[in-house]
């Protein structure tokens, strides 16, 4: 079939979804995204590339960044020719995206929906991390249902954390934990529960659940004696038979090569807010290691010896000496980093989290680089050896399946330790990375830094790095593998254009991409007022700016009738907002973290469908995806315009790089990520075509100053008021 009979066809399908939903209205930038959604995906050569005569053409990559304002339809405008393509093609979609709320909109509303209406069936499936569900060995370990292991006690990734935290815990706790435990895993045995951490009625904390979750790692899979009962696994056979598989962009950066998600080439990609993506990528290929808690490696060390002579692996002889080497150099690193910047690093004792120092340029200093590489080559040493011994437990769980336990809980135990090992080992090797011999400025560093803090006892050393470019990242690791891909987004385009976006997510100058803006069917010049309400100091004398924001703040928002939201740029901030609350205000107003997300946004509904006002102060989660349609939120309060904070060592190290090569990372980098920032908090304004809503900008630079300027050109076409200090 050819391209433009499969894309004619997607379009069909668009088009009868559209006419037999009761009370859709058709809009032409829907119909526009679809249209283009069909032409790209129908483009793409898929699969493997055959040719008689072995002179086969190189396949052809179609993808499409595609901005659909607010009201567009945009899951409807990709899901209707992407399924009818992938039918048509005897593929799968891949939807990707970055938030919770958005997979469960999919899976529990818009798919079902579309499967209702569409003539071919088409079965659908969410794809979670397998961290995500309970691993039935472990749960019934630390219940006290399973029986006593060999070495059960020092099971524990982390046992010095683990300990410190211990220690802290009070008896009745550690009792709680216990029964928590075995009510979970009494839930599991009944059917009651289905092992998916997400479905528990009130799920646990991560220190709770993390002893408890799946892990590749320690798993054995189908050789492990609770094969039949995995959670994972059967969530695994429901994704083989889904036409459409819901994941996010974590585990599809995650998973690359791993084959847990349908293989990229073969199968058509979408990105929803794809607009974090690059931020995604840096978080997947950032590493740590700690300098100062080490005995996990004596206890990996004894654990390889001993299973390693139980199965005659030759390998084994060098992990002595391998573990005695990481010791003692890990042990060497933070001595050297604390002589180098132990005052650097003691100064920030009451800075928030722990205190950092940042290797300028990426240039290591000379006393770390000899340790560095002795500690590289030993942890590789290390690594092959537990690899040797990986593969003959395989293997003698594949002639030996009577002892799956015995051999699954050996297997375990080197796993839970393993990855530790590999972060290591690549954390040193990027630590180490340096510009060769010859190299020129263009040559790109990457982010190197080092942090101090107290953990109960132990006074905890670690470093850091990663890469700066997640363009470069994402070129190298996720489009080299896509053939078909369409990302999309209410907040692509920065200061007027897809420039910015387009080097963030790797994707500039790629002849094969395409970029279209859909935009908003709302009447934004009707329907909204931007009001620039001015203060006489200038933002960057916070004290004195903050004092006069607030005291303006608190005169607009004694006038809000129903919903509003204020949104901040750090704690402080919102501290002093919220001590400046006059008694009368207070219970009118919902402050982050004092309830939980769900509680608190029930609560602001509640009162504004009784007719109450009700204002949130949130921060920069609360400013993204967040839908208060209506009177939930006829006004949107910004405080300062949210540029990203100025310490994050990864924006500083690519900022010095773009200074080194004599471009403006402050043009380049920090006003189109401010610009896409600022867009997706004044998004939380309108929300249907009935909407009527005010934006207040606190700071004058939006109004006063060039980069404000271009910001604006980023913001939907509001009526705009402006409005002299108070």
Excluded at 33 to 47: D, I, K, N, P, R
Excluded at 101 to 111: I, P, R, S
Excluded at 161 to 169: I, N, P, Q
Excluded at 496 to 503: E, M, T, V
């Amino acid at each position: 079939m050819s391209q433009q009979v499969w894309a004619a066809q997607a379009l069909e399908s668009f088009d009868a979804v559209v006419q037999a939903t009761p009370g859709f209205r058709s809009r032409h930038g829907q119909r526009r995204m679809a249209e283009q959604v069909a032409h790209t995906f129908s483009s793409a050569t898929l699969g493997k590339v055959d040719s008689e005569d072995g002179d086969a053409a190189p396949p052809t990559r179609a993808i499409a960044v595609i901005q659909a304002g607010t009201g567009v339809g945009k899951s409807l405008a990709y899901c209707a020719p992407a399924i009818a393509l992938a039918l048509s093609r005897g593929t799968r979609v891949l939807i990707s995206t970055a938030t919770v709320a958005l997979q469960e909109q999919l899976v529990n509303k818009d798919l079902p929906a579309l499967a209702a209406l569409m003539p071919q069936p088409f079965k659908f499936a969410l794809a979670k991390g397998r961290g995500r569900y309970v691993c039935k060995l472990k749960l019934d370990r630390l219940a006290g249902t399973g029986e006593a292991e060999e070495e059960s006690e020092d099971d524990d990734l982390f046992a010095e954390e683990e300990a410190a935290a211990r220690a802290k815990r009070p008896r009745q706790e550690t009792e709680a934990r216990i029964q928590f435990y075995g009510a979970m895993a009494q839930t599991l045995a009944k059917g009651a529960w289905d092992g998916d951490r997400d479905s528990l009625e009130t799920p646990p904390e991560p220190e709770v659940w993390s002893p408890v979750a799946a892990e590749g790692a320690s798993c054995t899979g189908k050789h492990c004696p609770a094969f039949s009962q995995c959670t994972y696994y059967d969530k695994r056979k429901e994704l083989v038979g889904a036409q459409v598989i819901v994941a996010n962009h974590d585990l599809l950066l995650s998973s690359l090569g791993a084959r847990v998600l349908p293989e990229l080439d073969n199968c058509l990609l979408v990105l929803d807010e794809a607009h974090h993506l690059p931020a995604t990528a840096l978080q997947q290929f950032a590493c740590s290691m700690d300098l100062s808690r080490l005995t996990w490696i004596d206890r990996l060390s004894s654990r390889g010896l001993r299973i390693g002579a139980l199965l005659e692996v030759e390998e084994i002889a060098d992990i002595p000496r391998h573990a005695a080497q990481l010791r003692q150099t890990l042990q060497d690193l933070a001595r050297i980093v604390m002589d180098v910047y132990g005052a650097a690093l003691k100064s920030q004792k009451d800075t928030w989290g722990p205190a950092r120092v940042r290797v300028p340029r990426g240039e290591l200093p000379e006393p770390l680089i000899a340790p560095l590489g002795l500690l590289a080559a030993s942890a590789d040493g290390f690594l092959e050896a537990l690899r040797a011994i990986s593969k003959a437990l395989r293997a003698e769980m594949r002639d030996k399946p009577e002892e799956a336990k015995r051999l699954s809980t050996l297997y375990a135990q080197i796993g839970m330790l393993a990855p530790r090992l590999e972060e290591l080992h690549a954390t040193a090797q990027l630590l180490l990375q340096d510009a060769p011999q010859g190299a020129d400025r263009s040559f790109v560093p990457a982010a190197k830094w080092f942090t101090l803090e107290v953990d109960g006892d132990f006074i905890v050393v670690k470093g850091h790095a990663s890469p700066i470019l997640p363009g470069t990242t994402l070129r190298n690791h996720l489009w080299n593998a896509v053939r078909g891909a369409v990302l999309t987004s209410a907040t692509l385009n920065s200061c007027g254009n897809f420039d910015f976006f387009l080097r963030e997510a790797g994707l500039h100058g790629d002849d094969t991409t395409t970029t279209l803006e859909v935009p908003s069917p709302f009447n934004y010049a009707a329907q909204g007022t931007l009001i620039a309400a001015e203060t006489r100091a200038d933002p960057k004398n916070a004290a004195q700016f903050t004092a006069e924001m607030v005291d303006a703040l608190l005169h607009d928002i004694a006038r809000v009738e129903y919903g509003a939201l204020v949104l901040f740029t750090s704690r402080e901030q919102m501290r002093q907002a919220v001590d400046a609350l006059p008694t009368a205000m207070r219970s009118v107003v919902l402050v982050q973290n004092a309830l939980p997300r769900t509680q608190l946004l029930k609560r602001h509904r509640e009162r504004v469908e009784n007719g109450e006002p009700s204002v949130i102060f949130g921060m920069q989660s609360f400013g993204e995806g967040l839908d208060l349609p209506g009177r939930l939120c006829e006004s949107v309060f910004i405080t300062k315009l949210p540029f990203a904070p100025p310490d994050d060592p990864v924006g500083e190290t690519r900022a010095e790089w773009l200074r080194a090569v004599g471009r403006d990372p402050f043009s380049e980098l920090v006003v189109p990520a401010t610009a896409i920032r600022l867009a997706q908090w004044v998004g939380r304004a309108i929300r249907t075509e009935d909407d009527q809503a005010h934006v207040y900008c606190y700071d004058k630079r939006l109004m006063r100053t060039s980069y404000g300027q271009r910001l604006l050109k980023g913001l939907p076409p509001f009526a705009l008021q402006q409005r002299a200090p108070l």
